[in-house]
């Protein structure tokens, strides 16, 4: 009777382990059609560990005293540990073997754990909800990554070299877009790039900083320079975050052009407001290299959706050539994921791990916020005694809720500040004199980063919601 092909395929594989030790631990033990092969497996791995040259009746007792629980005699592990030894083929063509092992358990599982189970809720409900379809999705995810197991990230220094190699020669061409984050004073701070795939970099401020309008302005110069950005926002509602958006990248103020439509006397200014506003978010949607999500309460599994959709989306729309092409992703706040907004710092740590190794996985780099508290100006020693106080307060990462934890694993953390808003606030007594100011700055200050030197930079914050290098009087 003729062997399956997934057995032959596995009977294959053992029969090149048998005469060679580089393919060993490719698949767990549920891959196997059955718990012999297993055994026979672990006995070759027990022979090459140690040492020992093929010998059939040696490999037979490790197998008897392996398969506990079990009485199948040495005669019989010997059988068919012969027929494995015996089958020969094109030992060349290994890989093309083990690929075909994954595709084979990839494709039960997949029947298994997702068609099978999508099928019997179909038939039960009548329907599929959308949560449950996210649950499949993820499952299916983890399963695809199984197919691209092959190469453990272990090789000798030379062949790392030798991809390291191609990509310096593709961006010496400008082939690799630089990794920026669209402030030229930033950036050149960094030379090439100043956010790599599978890094983050850490906003960080006050309430009222101006750090979420950072995150805004950096989104918008990315994207206009055709960018891919995902942009996560935990926080803040669709409406003024887009009303925001749209001020910025139309270096218009969307509210005074509301107001502006509160007072035409006539239909036809009216009209005319319309028309100007219709044209303008037309111009807009012709972006196709920002997706959007404004879902609060997520985890890491719902994000990791939202990035294979998104970046799905970006495939279609001709922004990216492949799913693994480099895309940025913007958080507003990180501390809202829920993972990160625990308050044992164990878990936290652990969640920063985890989506740390998610950047990496889908070829990320990430900009995301995190709120300083202020409640460390109620113990009196940070709070500014004067006004110019407010001019050189920056946030240290003590400041921040599990500071250390995100310093760890951030690539750069910056501190935003906002003198006026901070006058404002301890100052009230000289409101006349705030509103009075000419320009609204916000102090940028990289107080955590890996490899580079200090920075200090200031910005201008413009009433359309632009934020512009300051350059002084």
């Not at 956010?195 to 900083?209: N, P, W, Y």
């Not at 914050?461 to 632009?466: A, F, H, Q, R, Y």
Request: hydrophobic share 35%.
């Amino acid at each position: 009777m003729a062997i399956p092909i997934k057995e032959e395929r596995q009977i294959k594989y053992l029969s090149y382990c048998i005469r060679h030790n580089d393919k060993l631990n490719q698949f767990s033990d549920d891959h196997y059609v059955n718990k012999d092969y297993i055994t026979i497996f672990k006995a070759i791995e027990i022979m090459h560990i140690s040492k020992m040259p093929f010998d059939l009746d040696e490999i037979a007792q490790v197998c008897v005293r392996e398969h506990k629980g079990d009485t199948k005699s040495k005669e019989y592990w010997s059988e068919n540990i012969a027929k494995i030894h015996d089958t020969l083929f094109d030992f060349d063509s290994i890989d093309f073997i083990i690929k075909k092992i994954r595709e084979d358990y990839v494709s039960e599982k997949v029947y298994e754990n997702i068609v099978h189970k999508i099928a019997g809720e179909f038939s039960a409900k009548g329907e599929i909800k959308t949560d449950e379809l996210l649950k499949y999705q993820y499952e299916l995810s983890l399963l695809v990554d199984e197919l691209s197991n092959d190469d453990d990230g272990l090789k000798e220094y030379a062949k790392h070299l030798e991809d390291y190699e191609d990509i310096a020669e593709r961006q010496l061409k400008g082939e690799i877009p630089k990794r920026i984050i669209g402030y030229n004073c930033i950036d050149s701070h960094f030379g090439y790039r100043t956010i790599d795939a599978g890094e983050f970099i850490i906003l960080a401020g006050f309430t009222g900083s101006g750090k979420s309008l950072f995150k805004e302005n950096i989104e918008t110069r990315l994207v206009n320079r055709k960018y891919p950005v995902i942009s996560e926002v935990l926080e803040m509602n669709n409406e003024r975050t887009l009303g925001r958006k749209l001020s910025i990248s139309l270096n218009q103020n969307i509210d005074e052009l509301f107001k502006d439509y509160d007072k035409a006397e006539t239909e036809a200014e009216k009209k005319d407001i319309e028309s100007k506003f219709r044209r303008k978010i037309h111009g807009a949607k012709r972006k196709k290299n920002l997706a959007m999500s404004f879902k609060r309460g997520i985890d890491l599994i719902e994000l990791e959706n939202h990035i294979v959709k998104a970046k799905r989306m970006f495939k279609r729309d001709g922004v990216i050539k492949e799913q693994t092409d480099f895309c940025y992703i913007t958080i507003d706040l990180l501390d809202q994921l829920e993972e990160l907004s625990n308050s044992d710092w164990g878990v936290v740590k652990k969640g920063i791990n985890d989506f740390h190794m998610l950047l990496q996985k889908y070829n990320l780099g990430g900009i995301c916020v995190l709120q300083a508290g202020d409640e460390v100006f109620d113990k009196g020693k940070r709070k500014p005694k004067r006004p110019e106080d407010c001019d050189f307060l920056h946030i240290d990462t003590s400041m921040l809720r599990g500071g250390q934890v995100f310093r760890e694993r951030a690539r750069a953390i910056f501190s935003l500040t906002r003198p006026l808003e901070l006058k404002k606030k301890f100052f009230p007594d000289r409101m006349e004199e705030w509103e009075c100011e000419d320009d609204d700055i916000i102090n940028v200050q990289l107080i955590k980063s890996n490899n580079t030197k200090s920075l200090f930079k200031q910005f201008v914050l413009e009433d359309t919601g632009n934020i512009k290098e300051f350059l002084g009087d």
